[in-house]
T-cell receptor, first 112, second 114 residues
């Protein structure tokens, strides 16, 4: 029973273009969403997050959009750089909860 | 200065053995976690401790026993290792009482059971 789904196992993008990573969730109790980036042989590192009271959060090249009615969020990376090549995990949490529920991850490859 | 550290990074052992993985965080957080990333790459929570008290136990076999000697340490002991325990185990920490749950992860311990 996957409550957080990342349906694209991989994505390949040209350097300088936009990368769009998608995530869907099923549990309406989730109200905080996070994106983590993971390089091989390292732990996930926090990238950006969004609360359910917002529909957009921006941090430099990274923007997360949240569509609560569709239970969908996306991460936009503009412009994409080769160093962005990594696995991106979407995660969700209920307010003040300790538990993060992760998606399966999407491998992003940025070609130079 | 590593925020969340785990030892060892790699662990290869035989079925039936008992092994431990150690985790330490220097972020001053009061909550620590163990996650398992299996062969399908899903990251799933196993345990969570808040101020040395167990608050999440996600139906993990009782061969797995977490121990938190203080809020900066959370160790994972595994008895009678099985082939299916082979995975990467991640420790994480966060601060409770905030309206979000940004967790900081360690580098992972790759456990291989032969």
């Amino acid at each position: 029973d996957q409550q957080v789904k990342q349906n694209s196992p991989s994505l390949s993008v040209q350097e300088g273009r936009i990368s769009i990573l998608n995530c869907d969730y099923t549990n309406s109790m989730f109200d905080y969403f996070l994106w983590y980036k993971k390089y091989p042989a390292e732990g996930p590192t926090f990238l950006i997050s969004i609360s359910s009271i917002k529909d957009k959060n921006e941090d430099g090249r990274f923007t997360v959009f949240l569509n609560k009615s569709a239970k969908h969020l996306s991460l936009h990376i503009v412009p994409s750089q080769p160093g962005d090549s990594a696995v991106y995990f979407c995660a969700a949490s209920a307010r003040y909860g300790n538990k993060l529920v992760f998606g399966a991850g999407t491998i992003l490859r940025v070609k130079s | 200065d590593t925020a969340v550290s785990q030892t060892p990074k790699y662990l290869v052992t035989q079925m039936g053995n008992d092994k431990s993985i150690k985790c330490e965080q220097n972020l001053g957080h009061d909550t620590m976690y163990w996650y398992k990333q299996d062969s399908k790459k899903f990251l799933k929570i196993m345990f969570s401790y808040n101020n040395k008290e167990l608050i999440i136990n996600e139906t993990v076999p009782n061969r797995f026993s977490p121990k938190s000697p203080d809020k900066a340490h959370l160790n994972l002991h595994i008895n009678s290792l099985e082939l299916g325990d082979s995975a990467v185990y991640f420790c994480a920490s966060s601060q409770s009482g905030v309206s979000y749950n940004e967790q900081f992860f360690g580098p992972g311990t790759r456990l291989t059971v032969l």
